[in-house]
């Protein structure tokens, strides 16, 4: 998961990361204020932006209907110290406000975990196949499959949001630091020994193309390309 932070420092983001990590395989991107961030969401993708309230009514308005334009699946998530500014933010269009506790590396954590729990597991178990994301580990029916790195992380993605269809680019902006460094054919060569590698084992394919559009995990006892 990509997310981008809005008007934190950078050491207090390192501490988030650390943090997210216990939840989630994420990457944080941090931007100085809305102005700098739209250098960010105008060429990555985000399922997650956390804002610190500026008081920028105008801009944030703005900006949160230009993210949601872009990727309408996009939860914002706004910090402001004010309790009366919760309803005001919440009319822009905001997933959630957390008021009062912008230094709260915990909380922030756990209200993200909140509104994006259907992408958090430490474990994926759909029939015999087991996917231990803590421990990078994938097992099929007592039998060890053995991925590392990108390719352990690539299936990791797609298992946990189960029938959804990403393109390259989306898989490459949500699991590389700097995606524009990044060509489709490192994602089609991971593709590849994944499907080669469970394939071995569990006789059947669980990574499939969705011609035109991209890939996406399906628990499926049939060969498909």
Known sequence: ???????????????????????????????????????????RHYELIIIVDEGERYTLEKYSNEVKKKKRETKIIVLT??????????SLGVDDVLINHIDSVELIAVRVLSNMRKLFGTKIDVGKLVIDIVNKKIEYDDKIVSLNGKTFDILAYLALREERVFSKDEIINALWEE??????????????QIRKRLKSILGF????????RGYKFSYEKQTLA
């Not at 650390?18 to 941090?30: G, T």
């Not at 110290?81 to 919440?90: E, R, S």
Request: glycine share 2%; net charge negative; with cysteine.
């Open 81 to 90: 110290k004010d309790i009366d500014n919760q309803i005001p933010l919440f």
């Open 179 to 192: 995606p524009e460094y990044v060509s489709d054919n490192t994602v089609e060569v991971a593709i590849n």
């Open 205 to 212: 394919q669980v990574i499939h193309t969705v011609r035109r």
């Open 1 to 43: 998961m990509r997310i981008l932070t809005i008007g934190f420092d950078d050491e207090f983001i390192k501490e988030l990361e650390i943090e997210l990590e216990k939840y989630f395989i994420c990457i944080v991107d941090n931007a100085r204020d809305l102005y700098d961030a739209t250098n960010f969401t105008d060429f």
